[in-house]
């Protein structure tokens, strides 16, 4: 009902920026909330950054100062702006969304098929 489709992940050197995006489409009531996650190799998948339907946001404290997430209502799309990349920050980033579908008036969980963030250093 609810389809994520994520876009620009690549490959970057460290110091390097790219910026991600996640379009929302379907059966959308209202988005209450869209995030993005990752999960690098061997560990557990951990929240990057957050903004809430009011527009608030939360950051991760390893990406503060150098990731922007921000919106576009209109287009239900998220962006991640990610500045001084470093190879650390290697993941598949995933995008998540809290959304209320209009069939049911349900909350529910939504998540991307990931995008491959590689940083060389």
């Known amino acids: 009902q609810v389809q994520l489709v994520e876009s620009g992940g690549g490959l970057v050197q460290a110091g390097g920026s790219l910026r991600l995006s996640c379009a929302a489409s379907?059966?959308?009531?209202?988005?209450?909330?869209m995030g993005w996650y990752r999960q690098a190799p061997g560990k557990q998948r951990e929240l990057v950054a957050s903004?809430?339907?009011?527009?608030?946001?939360n950051y991760a404290d390893s990406v503060k100062g150098r990731f922007t997430i921000s919106r576009d209502g209109a287009k239900n799309t998220v962006y991640l702006q990610m500045n001084s990349l470093k190879p650390e920050d290697t993941a598949v980033y995933y995008c998540?969304?809290?959304?209320?579908?209009?069939?049911?008036?349900?909350?529910?969980?939504?998540w991307g098929q990931g995008t491959q963030v590689t940083v060389s250093s």
């Open positions: 903004i809430m339907y009011d527009g608030s946001t």
């Open positions: 998540n969304a809290a959304v209320i579908t209009y069939n049911d008036y349900a909350l529910r969980d939504c």
């Open positions: 379907g059966s959308i009531f209202r988005i209450n909330a």
